[in-house]
């Protein structure tokens, strides 16, 4: 295929293999322009896979005036949810309205109004006010002396990296060539002193590669400025990098029944979500001058979350021995003189070079399609000779039509289930694999009970075969963080299965002994910073 790609002359080359990257390589493909995209690591290695995992509007931004950035993410909410129903649900979020905070009753009624409003919810979603007591029954962990009221509004839930990888795979699908690991080192210029191409590194055989293309677009999230430098078009605005770091607990820890979004001890407002065995928390937002490849959550990180979820939950303290994982990722935001982290806008920014470079940055997970858009009209409007078909995502369905049709799709684990005789734990990890890889997941799952072995042991390799062949998993990591998230939500079982699951990936790459050692230190390495031991 790389023999393929270095001869080929492409209408776009994408640089980013994040959700606007992968957007865009879906919206250019669709529409006929002939589309390449180079990632440096694996699909979602960047921020794309550290975010709340929420598909949401952003009420808070209505505090700053982003009336049109709530409006657009809003509204995108529903669409990511009809086209991408196996990964995109709908998540019932509470805002306990507590003395001091963020919102008071009057002003959180009118926010949400607003929100709900601006997002063309439908009447049955709409938000619904609770008096104090009616908040407890909701949620009777809330620490009740602080507690004014509450509201139930409705938001969605999805996976930033398996999102991100399901765009991967329907661009390739509609005719676009990709590639990971793929580092993009340079440009390569005309006698005009235009792009007419990059330069780029395959990070396993460290051969070098130039491919050609009429129009070169970075995508390339908290790195966006770097290429810029090498582009020597780094003018003018630039990004503004700040931290935000998430905690995992496991769930009994803070059995919440809904999802929470309460106010924290300096004015800020965080997030508390359960998911399958764990709760997860977050997020801070610092600012960020450290290494980008690097991007860790500290003790002090850990300390900040802790701290505000003791002070609003009436449970036994929580500590750092109770966080079973975490993870932390870049806002690659749009610098604002005098603004501090939460208050820099989440709108997104197009630059445009002088040798032609558009880059992107800034936005939302949940506005990803959109920006897609935005940036594959202005190719169309920027080259004649480019298709000029219209934007097809709008409807553009991936793996069923549906959410009706993603919960009909769900019986079929249940059937299941009773023939193989499995237990309400072994039922839920069907369950799970039908929300990651959606109508793929009964392959994985047909594969897994069809052999002898150990359940858990057989569906993990079943899943590993399917990522390997399907989904350009290169490494372990690849695997146990943006394939399956189970570093985040199970990392029990990676721990468990670790040497089974980097044996399957020697198996089929045929490693030697030295390369089976390095994914066994890259894997405990990444271990050790997620559970922050
Ligand atoms: P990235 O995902 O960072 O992708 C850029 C890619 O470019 C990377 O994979 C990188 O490896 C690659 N790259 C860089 N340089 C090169 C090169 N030279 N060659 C090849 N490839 C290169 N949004 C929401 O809608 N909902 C949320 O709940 C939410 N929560 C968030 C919470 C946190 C803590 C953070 C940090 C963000 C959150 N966001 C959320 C925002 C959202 O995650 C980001 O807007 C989005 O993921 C950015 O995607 P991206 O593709 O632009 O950047």
């Not at 924290?264 to 001058?289: C, E, Q, V």
């Not at 966080?323 to 935001?333: C, E, M």
């Not at 734990?425 to 072995?453: D, F, P, R, V």
Request: net charge neutral.
């Amino acid at each position: 295929m790389l023999e393929e790609a270095v001869s080929e002359q492409f209408d776009l080359i994408v640089i980013g293999g994040g959700v606007t990257g992968a957007g865009i390589a879906l919206d250019a493909s669709l529409r006929g322009i002939k589309t390449l995209l180079l990632e440096k690591e694996d699909f979602a290695s960047g921020t794309s896979s550290k975010s709340t995992k929420l598909i949401h509007g952003g009420l808070r931004y209505l505090k700053q005036f982003e009336i049109g950035l709530v409006r657009e993410s809003g509204l995108e909410r529903s669409v990511a949810h009809k086209n991408i129903p196996h990964l995109v649900h709908p998540e019932n979020m509470l805002l306990p309205i507590v003395k001091g905070g963020t919102f008071g009753k009057l002003s959180a009624s009118l926010a949400i109004s607003v929100y709900d409003f601006l997002a063309a919810v439908p009447r049955e979603d709409k938000k619904k006010s609770l008096n104090k007591n009616q908040t407890i029954a909701s949620e009777p962990l809330l620490k009740k002396e602080r507690l004014k009221a509450g509201i139930i509004y409705s938001e969605y839930r999805t996976d930033d990296a398996r999102l991100t990888i399901e765009l991967i795979k329907a661009a390739y699908r509609s005719g676009a060539q990709i590639f990971n690991y793929m580092l993009v080192e340079d440009f390569v210029y005309d006698s005009q002193n235009k792009i007419i191409g990059v330069k780029a590194k395959d990070i396993s055989s460290e051969q070098n590669f130039s491919f050609n293309a009429t129009q070169v677009v970075s995508a390339a999230g908290p790195w966006v400025d770097e290429l810029r430098e090498i582009n020597l078009s780094k003018k003018g605005k630039r990004l503004h990098l700040t931290k935000g770091v998430h905690i995992v607990v496991p769930f009994d820890k803070l059995p919440i029944k809904s999802s929470i979004y309460f106010d924290s001890n300096d004015g800020r407002m965080l997030f508390a979500i359960p998911r399958n065995k764990t709760t997860y928390i977050g997020t801070s937002d610092t600012n960020y001058t450290g290494n980008k490849n690097e991007v860790k959550c500290t003790q002090e990180d850990v300390s900040y979350i802790l701290s505000n979820v003791n002070n609003m939950f009436s449970i036994p303290p929580l500590t750092l021995a109770d966080v079973s994982s975490s993870w932390a990722g870049l806002r690659p935001l749009i610098h604002e003189d005098g603004k501090s982290p939460s208050e820099l806008s989440r709108s997104d920014e197009i630059f445009i070079s002088e040798s032609n470079l558009i880059s992107i940055a800034g936005g939302k997970l949940t506005g990803y399609r959109k920006m897609a858009k935005r940036i594959v009209d202005l190719l169309q409007k920027r080259n004649a000779n480019f298709s000029q078909i219209e934007c097809k995502t709008k409807n553009y369905k991936i793996h069923l039509n549906s959410f009706a049709d993603y919960q009909d799709y769900l019986q079929f684990k249940n059937a299941l289930a009773s023939k193989f005789e499995l237990n309400i734990e072994q039922t839920k990890e069907l369950e799970y694999l039908c929300s990651c890889y959606g109508k793929s997941a009964e392959q994985i799952i047909n594969q897994a009970l069809n052999t002898k072995n150990d359940f858990a042991r057989s569906l993990i390799k079943a899943e590993i075969n399917h990522v390997l062949k399907y989904e350009s998993a290169i490494h372990p990591l690849d695997y146990i963080i943006r394939r399956s998230g189970k570093l985040f939500f199970d990392i029990d079982a990676v721990q468990k299965h670790l040497s089974f699951i980097i044996q399957e990936f020697g198996n089929y790459y045929s490693w030697n002994t030295g390369q089976v050692q390095n994914a066994t230190l890259e894997c405990e390495s990444a271990i050790v910073d997620a559970t922050i031991s």
